[in-house]
């Protein structure tokens, strides 16, 4: 048995996960106390499947804007395995989303205690490149990696491989951007079902916009929108083209594509005609007066209970017509170890826990369970074939990881926002000094020359 199903065994045999002892208050033994009286690291002291580790030596500070253990609150799978069979500990310094970069190369600099950070896809490259991070290569032992349960997520990782070392190890897939619609809606409207056609591999671009068409052209008193919700990342990750590629030691510009042109010119398309709805609402709206919704899967359970009749179904984004895969844009779930850490073992610790929670088949069969509360099993079981599709097809543009000119949050406008911004929202939301893709091509390209430049 490998050392990780073994850790499995152990840990569901004391029935810690997902049971009211998993509801943690704020933990204030030490790891030598917890490591004492858990009967998981009892257990693995008396078969020796893993050394005890010295007190403190589990112990991680984790700088972020979220806490990975709330007060009060349910643990997750990762982190009660991390604490009861490691004896380890997770310190939470609390830090706004918008002081987080500052408050991090702060106490780096000033050499206080910073085990870990949070990956979110403006952290890499350039945390690299401003000596944020250390590689997790030395720790691939205690991460697991040659024990294989990280092997489905191979494309993933290599995607990430920055000149020779790997800084970001992605554990798991979450929150891919898709479409909901109603089935109900379609058939009253002659319309073929879109998960059919992505099961037989027609669901493409022209099929997303002869429905759209006719949809926009349905005589009722209601306007017709073709999509509302947070498509244009997802559009152009559709293409499988990235706008800065990248193959492990040098980045290019690829905004000249001709696929990602073309996703282009569908956004504009919508816009043009009045076919994107931009009221942000948070699930498909009830009136019917939209025909997709775009948006992660998180928004389905709202959804589904808001529009009971509507026989809800869920897509990726359409494929290129001339593409033979389905490209999702999805987030990639990774934590971050900090230059200067001298935890690096208890980081990589954590980090397999994560990935244990996030592949096992037991802790899989128990996520399931609590997902069948608010969606249905087809539904649930389409969501996984998309995840599945995203770690064996990854679209990772690192353009959005360059920093505040190619990614910037907050309230911007065409001057101020930056080039990955506009790339995906100038001509899906109209208003931007630029009418045409050529236009806005022409205007970001310089600015993304002149930002891979500081990387090769």
């Known amino acids: 048995m490998s050392d990780f199903k073994r850790i499995v065994a152990a840990f569901l045999a004391v029935g810690t996960v997902f049971s009211a002892a998993s509801c943690s208050k704020k933990n204030t033994k030490t790891s030598s106390e917890k490591a004492n009286d858990s009967a998981v690291t009892t257990q693995k002291k008396s078969d020796d499947s893993e050394p005890v580790t010295a007190p403190g030596s589990m112990d991680i500070v984790w700088l972020s804007d979220y806490d990975l253990n709330p007060e009060g609150g349910q643990r997750s799978s990762a982190l009660s395995i991390f604490e009861d069979v490691y004896g380890g500990s997770i310190q939470f310094v609390s830090v706004s989303p918008e002081e987080k970069f500052t408050k991090l190369d702060q106490m780096i600099k000033s050499g206080d205690e910073v085990d870990m950070f949070p990956y979110d896809m403006s952290v890499f490259p350039e945390g690299v490149l401003k000596d944020r991070f250390q590689p997790l290569d030395p ?28 800084y970001v190890m992605p554990f798991s897939v979450s929150e891919p951007q898709l479409i909901t619609y109603s089935r109900k809606l379609m058939k009253d ?19 997303f916009n002869n429905m759209i068409n006719k949809f926009s052209e349905s005589e009722d008193s209601l306007h017709h929108f073709g999509i509302s919700g947070f498509c244009g990342r997802a559009m152009l990750a559709s293409s499988g083209k990235t706008v800065v590629g990248f193959d492990g030691e040098k980045f290019t510009n690829n905004i000249k594509d001709g696929e990602i042109a073309k996703a282009e010119g569908i956004m504009r398309d919508l816009q043009s005609r009045w076919l994107y709805n931009k ?21 389905l359970a709202t959804s589904n209970r808001i529009n ?43 980090l397999k826990c994560e990935r244990l929670a996030a592949s096992d088949e037991k802790f899989m069969a128990k996520k399931k369970e609590q997902a069948l509360k608010t969606m249905t099993e087809e539904q649930y079981n389409a969501l996984q074939e998309y995840i599945s599709s995203a770690k064996a097809n990854p679209v990772v543009d690192l353009g959005y990881g360059m920093g505040e000119k190619m990614l910037k949050n907050g309230d911007c406008n065409f001057d101020t926002r930056g080039a990955m911004d506009n790339i995906t929202s ?19 390209s310089p600015v993304i020359d002149e930002e891979i430049k500081k990387y090769n």
């Open 189 to 207: 409207g002659g319309m073929d079902d879109p998960y059919t056609l992505y099961k037989d591999g027609k669901w493409d671009w022209n099929s």
């Open 279 to 299: 009221d942000l609402k948070g699930e498909f709206l009830t009136d019917m007066s939209t025909l997709f919704y775009a948006s992660s899967d998180l928004t």
């Open 308 to 350: 009971p009749e509507a026989d809800l179904m869920i897509v990726p984004f359409p494929k290129s017509p001339d593409a033979d895969k389905y490209y999702i844009a999805c987030d990639y779930d990774a934590r971050m170890l900090v230059k200067g850490s001298k935890k690096g073992k208890a980081v990589a610790t954590y």
């Open 426 to 444: 100038a001509l899906l939301e109209g208003g931007a000094p630029v009418g045409s893709w050529e236009e806005l091509r022409d205007r970001m």
């Open 139 to 166: 720790y691939f032992s205690e991460m697991g990696v040659d024990e294989g349960m990280w092997e489905d997520m191979s494309a993933v990782i290599d995607k990430f491989a920055y000149k020779g070392k790997h």
